[in-house]
Every structure is written in C-alpha cells, then in structure tokens.
C-alpha cells in the first residue's frame, strides 16, 4: 500500500520535475496510486510528492469525488506540469491541513482569484480560472510541487497553528 510521506521526508522539500510525457502508462498508474491514497485518506487534493514521487502531478477534488476521466471538478482534477499566476492581489486567510501534516492546521493566506495552466491525462494543455477555496486548494497542491508545505506560508507560529482537536472545537464553537 502506498503512504503519505510525513514532513521531514526530502521528497515534500525538493522542487518536482516536469512530466515529459503525459499521455504515458506509467503516469496513470501514478494517478491512480495518488487516487487510491486520496479516497483512503478522505482527501480533497494530493500532490505525487506526498506520496514519494517527485514529478509535477496532483488531483484537486473539493467535493471527495474522485472517479475517472478525472476532468473536472466534479470528477476529481487531474493536473499535470501546472504553471499558476494570480489574477488579483486580494489574499484571503483560511485554515488549512494536509494529509503530510497529520493533526496540524495552519492560517494561511492565499490569493483568491488564480489561473491555471496546466496538461490533462490526455495531453491536452488548457486554461481555467478558479476563485476562493478551489484557487486555495491548487495552490496548497501546487506549493507541493515546488518544495513547499502550507507551515512555510504561516504567518506567525504563536496564533496561526493549531492542532485538528482545537480547530474542531473552534469551528463547533462558531456554528
């Protein structure tokens, strides 16, 4: 069964290489690996680092659905070599974890309006905008891939992380 490299693994810290071909098997069994361990884990974004693979791949499925094609985000996102710029200076803070951080969650912020570029599973090479928590989600996956994981965003340690248990607890207590 394949794991989630925990933080400390150099893996989460070196900058993925680009795949050169994208169309290839070996990059849908990559997927699928990264799929299973998504579902597994109860998900809603994976990078291939995450799970030990240094190449420029993640899944974004804000909704937990992930099934083939893997198209859009009803389906689970597949994106491949993505290149990201910002639309907007308006950054927005929010709570973030990740499936490499277990029971660790950060304030971060992140630009609300992004474009992305990136190639499909079937070596197409398109262009989408996302907003708010979709543009957050690309970019904690997207960070990923460059070495970087959402504790490098924090602002101030001593205020903006917290453990899974208290932010239940803080969210349970705003409803």
């Given at each position: 069964m394949t794991r989630i490299c925990q933080l400390g693994h150099p893996v989460l810290r070196?900058?993925?290489?680009?795949?050169?071909?994208p169309i290839?098997?070996?990059?849908w069994r990559l997927v699928r690996d990264m799929h299973r361990v998504l579902?597994?884990?109860?998900?809603?974004?994976?990078?291939?680092?995450?799970?030990?693979?240094s190449k420029q791949?993640?899944?974004?499925?804000?909704?937990?659905?992930?099934?083939?094609?893997?198209t859009s985000l009803d389906t689970g996102l597949v994106v491949i070599n993505p290149t990201?710029?910002?639309?907007?200076?308006?950054?927005?803070?929010?709570?973030?974890?990740?499936?490499s951080i277990p029971g660790i969650r950060g304030?971060?912020?992140?630009?609300?309006?992004?474009l992305v570029e990136y190639t499909t599973l079937n070596g197409e090479r398109v262009s989408e905008t996302?907003?708010?928590?979709?543009?957050?989600?690309?970019?904690?996956?997207?960070?990923?891939?460059?070495?970087?994981?959402?504790?490098?965003?924090?602002?101030?340690i001593k205020t903006d992380v917290i453990t899974d248990q208290f932010y239940d607890e803080l969210m349970a207590d705003s409803e």
């Open positions: 070196t900058i993925a290489a680009p795949v050169i071909e290839d098997n070996s990059v579902l597994d884990e109860k998900g809603i974004g994976i990078a291939a680092p995450q799970i030990g693979v791949v993640f899944i974004v499925a804000p909704n937990q659905v992930v099934n083939p094609p893997y990201i710029s910002a639309l907007t200076d308006t950054v927005t803070h929010e709570w973030e974890g990740c499936l304030y971060i912020p992140r630009r609300c309006h992004i996302y907003t708010d928590f979709t543009a957050r989600i690309f970019l904690h996956e997207y960070d990923h891939l460059m070495g970087l994981v959402f504790l490098d965003r924090v602002e101030s």
